[in-house]
């Protein structure tokens, strides 16, 4: 494999086009600078498949703005399926006390991550917390998360692309697209 023209051959559908994703992108950047005009929030981003929408996203608030970066664990491999199991792999630099954070996520399936997560950092006192979701897939919900702002509600689709990946590949498609259920049902 060497081409990501050989990754796309893997995808059964674009769900969500680069220019689709642009114009969401940059509306959710205007809602959150309207709702956070005069402060100065903390974006924490959930690594690693958040990278392109963290990275699109902070360029669209208007806002000082701080960013913070962690990495959980939750799908063991190359895996469809969520485990519930959560490990810090990367913990937040600074202190978030007093400060109003944004969670920056790729996409809610189960919500177990995001329930942990939530958790973890409302142990830290921040002053506010909220969370941004580029993708919320609520049929596969497992536990009620309050979720601020949505990009896109998709199926119960695994999707790839954006961020997104399987087996750690594909994040770097430009889009999000629906696997071909062969490719991992061969590896499951
Ligand atoms: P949850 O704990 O089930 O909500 O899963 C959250 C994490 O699972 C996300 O941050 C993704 O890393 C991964 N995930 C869930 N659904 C998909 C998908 O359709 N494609 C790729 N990764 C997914």
Same mark, same amino acid.
């Given at each position: 494999? $060497? %081409?990501?023209?050989? !990754? $796309?051959?893997?995808?059964?559908?674009?769900?969500?086009?680069?220019?689709?994703?642009?114009?969401?992108? /940059?509306?959710?950047?205007?809602?959150?600078? /309207?709702?956070?005009?005069?402060?100065?929030?903390?974006?924490?981003?959930?690594?690693?498949?958040?990278?392109?929408?963290? /990275?699109?996203?902070?360029?669209?608030?208007?806002?000082?703005?701080?960013?913070?970066?962690?990495?959980? &664990?939750?799908?063991?491999?190359?895996?469809?399926?969520? &485990?519930?199991?959560?490990?810090?792999?990367?913990?937040?630099?600074?202190?978030?006390?007093?400060?109003?954070?944004?969670?920056?996520?790729?996409?809610?399936?189960?919500?177990?991550?995001?329930?942990?997560?939530?958790?973890?950092?409302?142990?830290?006192?921040?002053? &506010?917390?909220?969370?941004?979701?580029? !993708?919320?897939?609520? /049929? %596969?919900?497992?536990?009620?998360?309050?979720?601020?702002?949505?990009?896109? $509600?998709?199926?119960?689709?695994?999707?790839?692309?954006?961020?997104?990946?399987?087996?750690?590949?594909?994040?770097?498609?430009?889009?999000?697209?629906?696997?071909?259920?062969?490719?991992?049902?061969?590896?499951?």
């Amino acid at each position: 494999m $060497t %081409r990501t023209t050989e !990754l $796309t051959a893997d995808v059964a559908e674009i769900l969500l086009s680069e220019e689709q994703l642009r114009t969401r992108i /940059a509306e959710l950047g205007a809602q959150v600078t /309207a709702d956070y005009a005069g402060r100065q929030p903390t974006l924490v981003s959930v690594l690693k498949g958040s990278l392109p929408f963290m /990275a699109d996203l902070m360029r669209s608030i208007e806002l000082p703005l701080r960013i913070d970066l962690m990495e959980v &664990s939750s799908y063991g491999g190359a895996t469809t399926e969520s &485990s519930g199991l959560v490990r810090i792999l990367k913990d937040l630099s600074a202190s978030i006390e007093d400060e109003d954070v944004l969670i920056v996520e790729d996409i809610i399936d189960t919500g177990l991550t995001l329930n942990y997560l939530l958790r973890y950092l409302r142990g830290k006192k921040p002053r &506010s917390l909220r969370i941004c979701t580029l !993708l919320d897939k609520p /049929a %596969r919900r497992l536990v009620e998360i309050p979720v601020d702002y949505t990009g896109f $509600t998709i199926p119960d689709q695994f999707v790839v692309g954006y961020g997104l990946d399987y087996g750690e590949l594909y994040r770097n498609l430009r889009f999000v697209g629906v696997l071909r259920p062969e490719v991992y049902a061969s590896s499951e």
